[in-house]
């Protein structure tokens, strides 16, 4: 009988992990909640899990052309994390937004909220891409590299940084999608991207047949590519797709009122991860003045730690969409009981990584490379930063929390005296006045993150998120 009970509930997890992959239509705001939570979070999850592939596969590629790639890929993904930030903010406002016209049973205000959302993303993604273009090398530079480094890979910088309106599409749209709902059509594109750039990578920085070997710009040419397609799938389903969001030829003019009302939304989210992405720009600049060997064990540290840490956003996500859902329904006891299961089972996930990461991280960073130097640096980053994470597991869910609700202040106010006036300090003073080097910088982020993850949560349980309209 045990046996037979075992089975019918392997069974029955299978037929809702084949649901929740393929896409079929759902309702979140009745029902079971842990049901919800997991229809939601196995595409999110799995939707985060291609998208930091993106960093491991490139950095993996990469470290085979030498110290000075490598740390270039490090100094460029510094500064694209304040695109990710803008793209991020944006696609935040896109599912607070949607997420609650979807809640109200307003599918077409959601879909118009979207093209909205749309406009403002190809705007900013044109000035960065102009900036990119014509100053690559002035912001390597800017950014602490040797000279022969700015002067030899700028190309990399500069293809990723003019091409950024793929990574600002694919951020904004995959909000859109997950503010409907539709989170199995923002896994694909995500699948689609990561495999593109899986088999491009290694053929265009080592050549094949007739294609030349082009080194890092290749490493930069198959991302720009793999995520171009994503988008291109993307946008099929906006305008051609069977789901909940579909934009008609009648959401397609501009209304400004909305935009006005994402940009106030999204203004929120952008500041919160400008303001902790600038703090990762000066981290690194911190860390520069180490040499490249901390630099490069540094970027593939954090490159293995973003591979584990974009899942448990995935289920951050989910967590958003149904605040936002719940709260359109009129539901905000719902919302706060998806926050706090959600924000459970994401600890128990992100305390599994830390054990692997601490026992394994010698093992894991020389996959990479065997440059003793950088090894140290590289499970130095994945020891100390990972003793955060059972706090920052149910930090990064109240997080986002905030946002599905439509509450980007409070999160942003607590990420600026979190990152500028706690964390960026506090790594300077352990690397540089108590001598402890690079792993002082390490150790700084692990304390700030946990430090705002208590403070997010304390903020949350008094409940004003729930008052709040969008």
């Known amino acids: 009988m045990t046996q037979r009970v075992q089975s019918s509930r392997t069974f029955n997890l299978f037929k809702l992990f084949k649901e929740a992959i393929t896409g079929v239509e759902q309702e979140y705001t009745s029902g079971s909640i842990n049901?919800?939570?997991?229809?939601?979070?196995?595409?999110?999850?799995?939707?985060?899990?291609?998208?930091?592939?993106?960093?491991?596969?490139?950095?993996?590629?990469?470290?085979?052309?030498?110290?000075?790639?490598?740390?270039?890929?490090?100094?460029?993904?510094?500064?694209?994390?304040?695109?990710?930030?803008?793209?991020?903010?944006?696609?935040?406002?896109?599912t607070a937004i949607v997420a609650r016209?979807?809640?109200?049973?307003?599918?077409?205000?959601?879909a118009h909220s979207g093209m909205q959302a749309i406009y403002v993303g190809l705007f900013f993604s044109i000035i960065i891409s102009l900036v990119g273009i014509f100053f690559a090398k002035d912001l390597l530079l800017l950014m602490g590299a040797e000279t022969r480094v700015a002067e030899n890979n700028y190309r990399y910088t500069q293809l990723l940084m003019g091409g950024n309106i793929v990574i600002m599409m694919l951020f904004l749209i995959n909000g859109v999608f997950r503010g409907a709902g539709d989170a199995t059509i923002a896994m694909r594109?995500?699948?689609?991207?990561?495999?593109?750039?899986?088999?491009?990578?290694?053929?265009?920085?080592?050549?094949?047949?007739?294609?030349?070997?082009?080194?890092?710009?290749?490493?930069?040419?198959?991302?720009t590519i793999g995520r171009g397609s994503g988008v291109i799938y993307q946008v099929y389903h906006l305008f051609k797709g069977k789901g909940m969001i579909k934009i008609l030829r009648k959401h397609i003019g501009i209304d400004m009122p909305i935009i006005a009302n994402i940009i106030k939304i999204a203004s929120g989210g952008t500041a919160q991860f400008l303001i902790a992405s600038a703090s990762w720009?000066?981290?690194?600049?911190?860390?520069?003045?180490?040499?490249?060997?901390?630099?490069?064990?540094?970027?593939?540290?954090?490159?293995?730690?973003?591979?584990?840490?974009?899942?448990?956003?995935?289920?951050?996500?989910?967590?958003?969409t149904l605040v936002g859902q719940n709260l359109g329904a009129k539901k905000p006891?719902?919302?706060?009981?998806?926050?706090?299961?959600?924000?459970?089972?994401?600890?128990?996930?992100?305390?599994?990584?830390?054990?692997?990461?601490?026992?394994?991280?010698?093992?894991?960073?020389?996959?990479?490379?065997?440059e003793p130097a950088v090894v140290e640096n590289g499970v130095q980053c994945l020891r100390l930063v990972s003793l955060g994470y059972a706090f920052y597991g149910y930090g990064m869910v109240v997080s986002q929390s905030f946002n599905g609700a439509g509450d980007t202040k409070t999160p942003t106010?607590?990420?600026?005296?979190?990152?500028?006036?706690?964390?960026?300090?506090?790594?300077?003073?352990?690397?540089?006045?108590?001598?402890?080097?690079?792993?002082?910088?390490?150790?700084?982020?692990?304390?700030?993150?946990?430090?705002?993850?208590?403070?997010?949560i304390l903020i949350f349980r008094r409940g004003k998120w729930k008052t709040i309209q969008v």
């Open 333 to 370: 006891d719902r919302a706060e009981q998806s926050v706090w299961k959600t924000a459970r089972y994401n600890m128990i996930f992100l305390v599994t990584i830390a054990i692997i990461f601490f026992t394994c991280a010698e093992w894991i960073i020389k996959l990479f490379t065997h």
């Open 281 to 320: 720009v000066f981290l690194v600049r911190i860390l520069s003045s180490f040499g490249s060997d901390a630099l490069a064990g540094y970027t593939i540290g954090i490159r293995v730690i973003v591979f584990a840490i974009l899942p448990a956003w995935g289920m951050a996500n989910a967590a958003a």
């Open 413 to 456: 106010i607590i990420n600026l005296f979190g990152f500028w006036a706690f964390q960026i300090p506090l790594a300077y003073v352990l690397a540089k006045v108590v001598n402890w080097g690079p792993s002082g910088v390490y150790a700084a982020i692990s304390i700030a993150e946990s430090a705002i993850a208590i403070v997010a």
């Open 35 to 94: 049901r919800a939570i997991f229809m939601l979070s196995v595409p999110m999850i799995l939707e985060m899990a291609m998208e930091s592939l993106f960093a491991v596969v490139d950095v993996f590629f990469v470290s085979k052309l030498g110290v000075d790639a490598v740390a270039t890929v490090g100094l460029t993904e510094s500064m694209l994390t304040l695109i990710y930030s803008i793209a991020m903010g944006l696609g935040m406002g896109a």
């Open 101 to 110: 016209r979807v809640g109200e049973k307003n599918p077409d205000g959601a």
């Open 189 to 223: 594109s995500l699948w689609i991207a990561n495999a593109l750039n899986i088999i491009l990578c290694p053929i265009l920085i080592n050549g094949w047949g007739p294609i030349p070997a082009y080194g890092l710009t290749g490493a930069a040419m198959a991302t």
